[in-house]
């Protein structure tokens, strides 16, 4: 596909037709996801991992997109959920939120999971920390952004593989990851965006630290890098 749009329109560039080519897939793969509202349509009590790629986890319904294996529900997230209202206990995404549009998709998928949410139940997001590497950046040198982004000899991304040549160049990646990041958040942006969607108490968490026991099932290996809010319906 790649190949047919570079021969079809040979002046566009990348960063215009990747993006292009990438809700297309997302478009195609949408067509497969009409059985999972049938599939939940009586559903009680359930924890759901949003956006979980290759990180299905045992006893959890592991949403995605694409179909990796442990995932139990095949659907787009960045408008809706397949699920009942009030019928779920807590919700787990983990570096997914960063991926969505803050003006036209964040306020329906923050709405929808208060929605989908029973009286109590909690989300945990976990999303880069912008704040944790502007903070990294403005201190001069590599050694604290280091210490938020893993970077091999050479200064090379440990997660990526991209050799950075100043800061600002591994402050864009992680904040645009080339075109698939949205959004840089800090806690305050998010405790902004999950109380104007009705959620109530909410938290500051810590890697692996949470009020409802399970819900911690963070991935070790973006813990320093990453920021954890909890907000409960």
């Not at 897939?25 to 599939?39: C, D, I, V, Y």
């Not at 009590?45 to 299905?56: D, K, T, Y």
């Not at 402050?171 to 800090?186: G, I, L, P, S, T």
């Not at 305050?188 to 959620?199: A, D, H, I, P, Q």
Request: hydrophobic share 35%; aromatic share 14%.
């Amino acid at each position: 596909m790649k190949r047919f749009v570079f021969e079809a329109f040979p002046a566009l560039p990348r960063h215009v037709y990747l993006p292009f080519l990438h809700e297309l897939r997302m478009t195609w793969r949408r067509l497969g996801t009409g059985p999972a509202r049938r599939k939940f349509k009586d559903a009680r009590g359930l924890r759901i991992n949003v956006g979980c790629g290759p990180c299905g986890k045992v006893g959890w319904t592991n949403i995605d997109i694409d179909d990796f294996p442990g995932v139990d529900c095949f659907w787009d997230c960045r408008k809706s959920l397949p699920f009942p209202d009030n019928s779920v206990k807590c919700i787990f995404t983990e570096h997914f939120v960063e991926h969505l549009d803050y003006n036209e998709e964040i306020p329906c998928f923050v709405s929808d999971c208060h929605r989908v949410l029973e009286p109590g139940g909690v989300i945990r997001i976990i999303v880069p920390d912008g704040a944790k590497y502007l903070h990294g950046y403005s201190q001069g040198g590599w050694e604290e952004l280091a210490k938020i982004r893993p970077l091999r000899d050479g200064l090379t991304d440990a997660h990526f593989g991209s050799k950075y040549n100043t800061r600002m160049e591994l402050v864009n990646v992680v904040f645009r990851q080339y075109f698939e990041h949205k959004f840089a958040w800090d806690y305050e942006t998010m405790e902004f965006v999950l109380r104007k969607s009705g959620f109530s108490g909410i938290y500051l968490r810590a890697f692996g630290e949470s009020m409802m026991d399970g819900l911690a099932i963070d991935m070790p290996e973006r813990a320093s890098e990453s920021l954890y809010v909890e907000g409960v319906k």
